[in-house]
């Protein structure tokens, strides 16, 4: 579409444009319906009616972006030529609307601005302060000199806006000595302006990213039985020490001989430790590790990868210290199950059929 708008495009390329946005055109139709009829499959539908779903389908966001997407389809049925047709390109412009619903990172962001709209409003708010005083100090002050371009309010704050962006387009500028210290107080402050908003944006981002992890450790932590006793209190600052990892199968977590910096815990899948003896050991579910090299503060005794795609919550050494002194009961029972695998090892080492 946007090639489309070339003037001079040889006919066949511009005849083999049409067809490839028909095509698309036809696929966002059929996509539409499709995704109508299977709405009420999805989880969040369950409870309701068939006819219900669908109809709350069609009124959400996916729904609405659907349907704008198959407008072209519907114009061309009712005369428009598909393109050539101001309106129903515009329609086709909408389809990159559907790039949006398959951006996670869009949801993200609208939460962020969501959670931190208070901030925002005041930068925004600030933003509008600045800008009027200048617009109305510049048209005080210029007016005498350009009054095509600072003779009223409005267009002093197109000046105003342009230079507090820092976009200086360099159509207007003040001359007098005046016009100039506000257009240099103006340009300050638009850097600190947006370096405050882009301060706000960023860490409203880490914090939902943080939110998140915290959730997801939650969930993966209630399957590792080892911290089960634990009351809500002390396994809540656990969680907000934990992180998740996902790693397919064959890989290689830790070798044997490097330096051990944290410990894991498997919350889904499974691990194969491969010992010094030759022999292997399977972990799995709930099951942890590395946390040899952290008590005996030695390098790792052996090589452990996933055996299925598997995730892991990790835990860092000096994590692992400070909750291992306060809370004795989670440092004993580590400490038993590295004791029984130090000895363990030291039986296949020595080549006796362990009992
Ligand atoms: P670490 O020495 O830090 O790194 C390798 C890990 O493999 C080790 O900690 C243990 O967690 C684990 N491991 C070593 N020997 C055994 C064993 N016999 N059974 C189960 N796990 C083991």
Redesign the pocket.
Known sequence: MILLSIDGLPPDTRNALRYAIWAVANLFFIEYLVRLWVAPEEGRYRETSSTMARLQWAMSLPGLVGLLATVPIFMWLAGYRIVGADAASIFCALWILKLGLHAPALGTLARVVSNERAPIAGVLVLFFIVLVIAATAAHMLERGRQPEAFGSLPSALWWAVVTLTTTGYGDVVPVTVGGRLVGSVLMISGISVLAIMTGVLATGFSQEERRREYLRVWEQVARVPIFAALGVVTLSEIVGKLRTRYYPSHVTI?R?GDP?DS?FFISSGECE?R?PSGGT?R?GEG????????L?R???????ATARPTTLLVLYASDFYEIASRIPALAEAVEME?K???E??LE?MAGEPRR
Request: glycine fraction near 6%; charge should be positive; proline fraction near 3%.
């Open positions: 830790m044997r051990g410990m430790v010992l050991v972990l099951a942890f590790f590395g946390e040899m090299a952290l005996e030695q390098p790792r005794s052996a090589t452990v590295a029984r695998r130090r363990e090892n296949r």
